[in-house]
């Protein structure tokens, strides 16, 4: 085809353009395009027949504007497939950024998105994916959400192609792949978003304005669909597992062991069935994810609260959206965290739309409190059970009521939450998402000489409220938590209770036009937190003003001051309340300049408080130098290199004398064979180098090796080799055969540290190998 003009540019459109919305009504065909129809200077074969989509907009840099690029995009079907095919022009093809990459590993590239609205309801899309050479991604779209949930994958076909005027993509997604209403005519809702990554440039078709909160609600209508089938399609998805393994037993601390085993073999299976079009039933017997990446690493010292870590395993993942309470980046406190079931041999899952009305449904074991405990501990062997349910009811156009209920088991103890959850559409830039739950919660008496059964009974509520407003030159979160002493989550992810927590954050952008500054302006977050007594326990305020420039760089200095108020019920050995004043100062500095490099870099410097000071002693002021940098280098279209060096340093007020040096380093490498064989090497280095006069804790170091080879051939159709190894500066013999050896530190849990030296306390050779069987 010829190659891109640059347009003029008229004036940007008015936000009222984007109250029309246009409808593409798409042929049926009798043969399926190929993407060399595409190829030429014209289109070929039947590749005529499609309905053609031009005219893309800008929503970033310029919103409103025409893209720079030319994109066109042919749509049709057939009885199986829908086909959508991207001829994406370029006036500088030589700055396109494709790379053979693992799957869903594109956002750093050149690709185009398709999102369909299925059900036309502005709540729920499916997203399909693909960068210039092919490389697919896919996921779940919720209204709402900040980021596309990519745990669901489903089975469709994509090429890509770089031509001297651009590049081509096509795909075909099979409609038993999709969820969809049953009916002799379809109508849906959709988006096609073509990201230039070398300039951060969005080009939507329609327009999708940034000065309208939401994608789907401004999305075209889809017409022609004619006597197509859903998904009435059950997949079955056993695996086969081999691994052999030798790792360290501390569930009795007073004698720590090696354990593990030459052979173990491991089956188990994933199936799905959809139910009535659009529910869908998903059923895992023995899951294993071994396969699994390790989490990403963050600075777990000197830590009052739990360190959020986010799901990564497919089971739970896959139509998460569907359990509101935890969407978003802003949220509320989420209500349902899936980590907390974390060795299940049994889960079922019932998630969808039947009408207005959207339900989520779990149900899992956990062999993870009976695995824990020495054999000889009353609990051993046994297992907790969780439930939860969510089901919301649409309330016009984008609102929705729903009612929520989670359940935790085990041994004669429960925590059980309920209540209500809303979502209101205020206004076109303006949402509002608030929850009102109470708790029930018998806690486990462990005095007792059984240790099953029950203690202490608590009562707790919690309610929460959040406004988000979002424009083309403002972002807004007002947040207001009301939770009670009693409240308590087994289920959910809530790191402290008795609280009154007001806070807002608000940012503001200038875009200047035809600059080289794309946007520039003031951040500012404000916290301010009470206790149920009136007792000020928190507050918080921050500044920076951001700026943001081409090439996906962006600056922004920060200043901001706290305070933490500690509480005798906060740490034992405080006789009364202890207040703490901390001023901090950084930066935060991120660039993509070439496709080969990608950097970020986070430094801060202020006070803190050490809550880990020597036995004896209470919390005291200290310094904090904190550093987190991450690098990533793609030296070759294949190979991506992705580096991040974490360091958090604190020296006490009064003394000068460090308390520790904390340094995590971690570097992962990615070497993508082709689009179904990929290799995979992550190292990871934690070295905690402590003082024993200022400091409780013990100096510990960790040497982490994963390798993974992975042949996908599709979702579900996987073979995985994997190896593991881990070392840590333990004491030969773990100090079990040398009581009183001055080289082991002091200590009465768990085995002894030696300040010189590795040993491998765990290590793993695993073979897995899945298949699945689709009808």
């Known amino acids: 085809m010829a190659g891109a003009q640059k347009p ?55 919103d409103g504007a025409p893209a720079s690029q030319q994109t066109q995009v042919y749509l ?50 499916i997203v399909f994916a693909s960068n210039a050479l092919g490389i697919q991604a896919d996921g779940l779209w919720t209204e709402g959400d900040t980021a596309l949930d990519n745990s669901w994958d489903g089975v469709w076909r994509s090429q890509g192609t770089l031509t001297a005027q651009g590049y081509v993509v096509w795909m075909a997604m099979p409609f038993r792949t999709l969820r969809f209403r049953h009916g002799s005519e379809q109508n849906w809702g959709i988006t096609l978003l073509r990201v230039i990554a070398r300039s951060g440039e969005r080009d939507y078709w329609p327009r999708v304005s940034s000065r309208v909160a939401g994608e789907l609600n401004q999305a075209a209508t889809l017409g022609g669909l004619e006597n197509v089938q859903p998904g009435h399609n059950l997949q079955l998805n056993p695996y086969l597992s081999f691994r052999s393994y030798r790792s360290l037993d501390t569930r009795d601390a007073a004698n720590p062991r090696f354990t593990g085993k030459t052979a173990e073999t491991r089956p188990g299976m994933d199936a799905k069935l959809v139910l009535r079009d659009s529910l869908v039933l998903d059923v895992t017997v023995n899951p294993d994810f071994s396969q699994v990446e390790s989490d990403e690493p963050q600075n777990a010292v000197n830590q009052r609260f739990e360190l959020f870590y986010p799901e990564k395993r497919p089971f739970f993942l896959e139509n998460s959206n569907y359990f509101a309470s935890s969407q978003g980046q802003y949220q ?90 809303l979502s209101i559409r205020l206004a076109k830039n303006w949402t509002s998402r608030m929850h009102s739950v109470v708790s029930s919660t018998l806690e486990q008496d462990t005095t007792r000489a059984q240790g099953a059964s ?69 951040e500012t ?101 904190s550093l987190v940098q991450t690098m990533t280098i793609r030296p070759a279209a294949r190979l991506q290199i992705d580096n991040t060096y974490i360091l958090d340093r604190v020296v006490h007020n009064r003394g000068g004398h460090s308390v520790f040096n904390n340094h995590i380093a971690r570097t992962k490498w ?82 002894l540290r030696t300040p010189y030296g590795f040993i491998n306390d765990g290590r793993q050779v695993f073979f897995k190998i899945s298949y699945l069987f689709q009808r």
């Open 8 to 62: 003029v540019r008229p004036p940007e459109q008015p936000p009222s353009a984007v109250a029309s919305r246009p409808r593409v009504q798409i042929p049926r065909l009798a043969a399926a395009p190929h993407i060399e129809d595409f190829l030429g200077s014209t289109v070929q074969g039947a590749a005529a027949q499609l309905a053609e989509v031009s005219g893309f907009i800008q929503q970033l840099p310029t």
């Open 76 to 125: 049709g079907y057939d009885d199986a497939n829908l086909y959508v095919v991207w001829v994406c022009l370029d006036s500088s093809p030589g700055q396109i950024r494709a790379h053979i990459s693992r799957r869903e590993n594109i956002l750093d590239d050149d690709y185009v998105q398709v999102n369909f609205d299925t059900f036309q309801d502005h709540r729920h899309g």
């Open 332 to 421: 509320l406190t989420p209500l349902v965290f899936t980590r907390r079931i974390a060795d299940p041999e049994f889960g079922i899952k019932l998630t969808g739309k039947l009408g207005p009305w959207t339900m989520g449904m779990l149900a899992a074991d956990d062999k993870s409190p009976g695995e824990i405990v020495p054999a000889g501990d009353p609990l051993f062997g046994k297992k907790a059970a969780f439930f939860v349910a969510q089901v919301a009811h649409d309330i016009g156009s984008q609102s929705s009521l729903g009612v929520i209920y989670t359940d935790r088991e085990f041994a004669g103890s429960y925590n059980r939450v309920g209540g209500l959850d």
């Open 454 to 522: 029950a203690g202490r009974y608590r009562f707790g509520s919690d309610h929460e409220v959040v406004l988000t407003g979002s424009g083309r030159q403002f972002n807004s979160i007002t947040e207001y938590q009301d939770i009670s002493p009693g409240f308590r989550t087994e289920v959910g992810f809530l790191q402290r209770t008795d609280i009154r927590r007001l806070s807002q954050y608000f940012h503001f952008y200038f875009r200047p036009k035809d600059s080289w500054l794309l946007s520039w302006g003031p």
């Open 525 to 625: 977050s404000a916290e301010l937190n009470y206790d149920h007594t009136g007792v000020v326990i928190h507050y918080s305020y921050s500044f920076d003003p951001v700026f943001a420039f081409k090439r996906n760089t962006y600056f922004a200095p920060i200043v901001s001051t706290a305070s933490d108020t500690l509480r005798p019920q906060d740490f034992n050995g405080l006789a009364f309340n202890a207040k703490f004043v901390q001023n901090h100062a950084g930066f935060v500095f991120g660039t993509n300049p070439i496709r080969q490099i990608s950097w970020r870099t986070l430094l801060s410097r202020g006070g803190t408080v050490n809550v880990v000071p020597t036995p004896g002693q209470t919390p005291n002021e200290a310094d904090e130098t």
């Open 670 to 751: 990615n070497y993508q064979v082709n689009r179904e064989l990929s290799f995979r090497l992550i190292a990871q280095y934690n070295g905690l180098l402590a003082s024993p006069t200022e400091s409780s804790l013990k100096a510990t170091k960790n040497m982490n090796f994963d390798f993974l080879l992975t042949y996908l051939l599709h979702p579900g159709t996987a073979l995985y080799v994997g190896y593991n190894s881990n070392l840590q500066n333990l004491l030969p013999g773990l100090c079990a055969r040398v009581p009183g050896d001055l080289a082991c530190e002091a200590g009465t849990n768990g085995p």
